[in-house]
């Protein structure tokens, strides 16, 4: 049985991760699992919220956003309705959380780092995309921050890598990475973020139609780790190249 | 080992349900996990929301919050703010999937029902615990509802019964249903919704300090099962008792 | 001629004081008139807003709120319209009047105490059993910064004793404390705050039908003094009270 | 004795009110109380707010507001600051229940008025100059509406005149008409709301100190009701002037 | 041919502007052109923006607000609405760059000036007369701060003298201070604001139905200048009266 | 004498112009001048706002905002403070009104189309980028709606193009199409909007630090023709490709 866009259940869209997208951010990647496009940028500044002053340890927070046309019919701006939605609190904070899962903030010393994910094209899987993403985003950031003496060397302030997938349970069988036709059908839906060495991070499952067994929740958990491993190589790679 | 307040690691803290606590609402429960005290109602209200109009089903939604003194230091109330946070916009959206997971909207018919949960006092596990009142509410308010004829009958709105429990790893523990204390000292965290039938709504865990291993999350959600199922008599109990 | 309820038409609807309603709060109370229900807190801060920085001087403050389904149908949350309508404004302004009547602020020192009034039932005199009440979570709210020695001892903060109380006339007959089937029916309408000593921090009068002449305004005064009197008994003996 | 600007306690300041201030407005007046000065416009347009559509009944509302250098130091614009606050609301509010207490809304028919008063210089009453002033504007407008046949002949909106002052107690000695500099010093504040035939619409007294007695409150009343019996003669003659 | 109002193309309406129109501000006008009235207030205050500290340089910014009925439907006012529209941000920010285009901040010193410029009655031009009126009230201001020594003697802060009028193609023809009727017509609509000594620092064209030709801008231009040489004169006159 | 880039003073920097840069939007386009991006997509949506509806006119509109990032320096979301800063609005309203010059709204019929413009990386000219770009995504949306039949064939909706450029003084030297620090250096600014005839639709021309004299305004009008016709050349070419 093969997938609406010709894959099998247990492979990822083409996933690319282009740096430098921005001659401004000290870190910045155009990411796209498929169709699907969020640009993330990383600002390095010094100092820190007011909460955390004097303790010698930095922050690392997040923001997430669509463009009113990223989606198939256009949505309003959140800055003309002047609130933030629901669902773009809970995403922004997702990724800030994920990031800062790999984060040593004293090795970071007094420094924050905002980490902009703005998605310009969506078809499923745009919170995935941008903690994939903005990891890379991140990692450039430090390394500049580095080479400017802003970050003290001797101790690293990445302890790890972190990528996202989504997975879910679509006519019964397990899927991974969902488009967003998929997505909409899925009778499951799980987002799992997971570390280089396999850990989780994040396991955030929610039932729309049925509620799911132990079973199901062990296969996409599996998926998902799988999926996760491969995006990891894609990081690594996308770090690897001279830009 | 016993924990701070002298329970074992798979003991929930005392849980109390006391329904009828509004003369106004049409289900009304004040619930306590231990201190932790959230106060429930289910307004029943004709009609559903414009984008379900004409489509003969019904919508259930919920809105969470907390009274600013409701924690250890008061916090600034989201109304002289001016706007939500983004906990808040989560949890609320958290308690409203929960909570639809077991309605039936086509036997809801056009009527709209809405869950209020305000924590009076927080302990952790508000979420949980507001999940867990909610769904009684919840009931009484359809039950009401049948009694006016708003909801048919013949068909049962409710399809099943939900309840909601946090479990997290303190100095390599896995415990059931955190306090505060545990809470903040938790390196993973984790809320689990589950139905009667033990079967899984929302699974939401979180790394706090570390990345969690795959058995770590096993033992996890072994506990929440048992908690959940724990949760499922208290709320039956509950509602076989006569008001 | 009997109320709707029974009593006479200078008689208050049963009122209740239950202190240490909160675990968190420094003054804590559960206050009823009848079905009105009152949850008042006062939280101490050490400090004061900037402008009153470097006086010497204490502030204290209050904010009123109604939990959504306190009333007959759901009202929507202020925090979710994102802003406070025009009559939680006025209330909370003044509760803070009344409460700051009988307020030394040298003998407090530079402490903020704010007075968080939310009521979780309502049928009529909310702003009255708020006041009512809120003396009381004051009055333990400073007994308990004296503990602390955060107020220094030898000069008492509280000046007096302050209670609250509605009159109208309805048909007619001026009524002591309305309940909200009397207060919608009512041609005028009047919360009065009065000292232990039976002098006025606030008359609040309002023709709600007809202008009122002098003689009615005469009797209703005199009808709330009554009622403040009482008030201040049940205060007290809340306050004697052991908890 | 006299007082700061040479007053006997129981005089007004000049009163002055000049009608057709706008030439869009249906009833414009500025009104001025010594050096404060409000400018109200009255609005007319045909049908209700919605939850009065079908009664047959009209509405009156109003607004109130202070340019930003209309007080001795620049205060923030409220649009600016994008909230509008509890003082602006309450005004707005005790002004508008002021001019609906003369109105018979059957007879205005499903039209709605609002008055707008906008203080373009304070000096202490602004909110008593505003309710003055709007009463004339409202009788102008009414008075258009008839001649447009908006309004029906034969019976009469409005049902009688109200006019509103300040009184307070300075120095232990009831004065009418408070300009700023004795409202700051005084130590009870009243604001008064009468009709032509001398009963009350509204009465709003504050403690500003010391709580009050008894005969104080009845000495302001005294005096108050005198000041709105000359202010109903400045309307009158205002209303009589050709323009 | 002659216009609506009877002028010819070339011609101003009757200006005027009076000065001390506020006991407060520390320069205040009321300007009119024709039946646009716009009250304009300057306030000084010690101290500038964050941004600006220690520069040794003060700012001056305005803020321009139409009241609601001074047109002729009734507008919301944007405090209710809780946003400032796109049109008053582009209006306040015009004027308060016209009047910095006068200034010598060094000369200044670290004095903020905020022109109020807020719409009594417009028809057409209010944006041109606010930006005439308050050259005059900041001019007035400035005095006043010499006289207090805010401002050093020595260097006169004021470097130029500015004034602005609209200018618009309206049947084909060329006219100078457009009243709203003409300007709801008009094809091609400019404001131009000039220094005393006929140099630009605005020039805004907008084609409002057919885009314009160079020679029908070069004629509008013309135009806009002689225009506010006219004001200029006007300006000198006004602040040549002693008050 | 060469300019920062290389570039002499009536040379165009780089000009892109991407289309079908988004699988959602009717019409898209990344645009570029040098190192400024911007998005700009169409979006066609059958019906007009209510003032518009039944006049068998259609209308188009334009969103202008900038990413958190595209600048050298973070700046804060709009959506994130709550509201949008004058600067947003006023570029917005320039956008939509410059292609509100080249439609023909009956022709359009009652559909709306919004061009909603996100600049991705910011270096100067960034509304006059988008204005240039949106011009090609207004124009395959066009396309797009009158191949669905949303438009009737027979009359073109579009009478005309539209570009725009910025030009300015710098050193005293006239530059054609700004970067940013020619942008900030600039003692004139001036945007200019035309059509491909070569007429005006908007003239906006700001004295940064000195008042300029009619030559330079006309030495700087003569770049922006030159100018924008250079620019209706790329955006015809653009045009012309195959997709």
Redo the contacts between chains.
Sequence with gaps: MSRIDGRTPEQLRPVTIERGW????EG?VLVSFG?TKV?C?A?V?EGVPRWRKGTGEGWVTA?Y?M????????GD????R?????????I??LIG?SLR?VIDFKALGENTI?L?C?V????GGTRTAAITGAYVALADSITWAQGKKLIKHGRQPLT?TVSAVSVGIVDGIPLLDLCYEEDVRAETD?NVV??G?G?????????EA?????DE?NSL?DLA?TGCATLDTTQREALARTR
């Design positions: 921005s001659k401004h951010a910045s169709d640009f940028t600002s500044a923001e956003a463009l009113p046309r990223s989606t198939n019919t256009r701006r959140e800055s003309v002047g609130k933030i939605g629901g669902r773009t609190h809970e922004s904070r959380r899962a905002v902009d703005d310009l094209q969506a078809d790890g799980m997971c570390t060495d850990r989780f991070v994040e396991v955030q499952g929610t039932a049925e509620p799911f067994a132990r929740l958990l780790v």
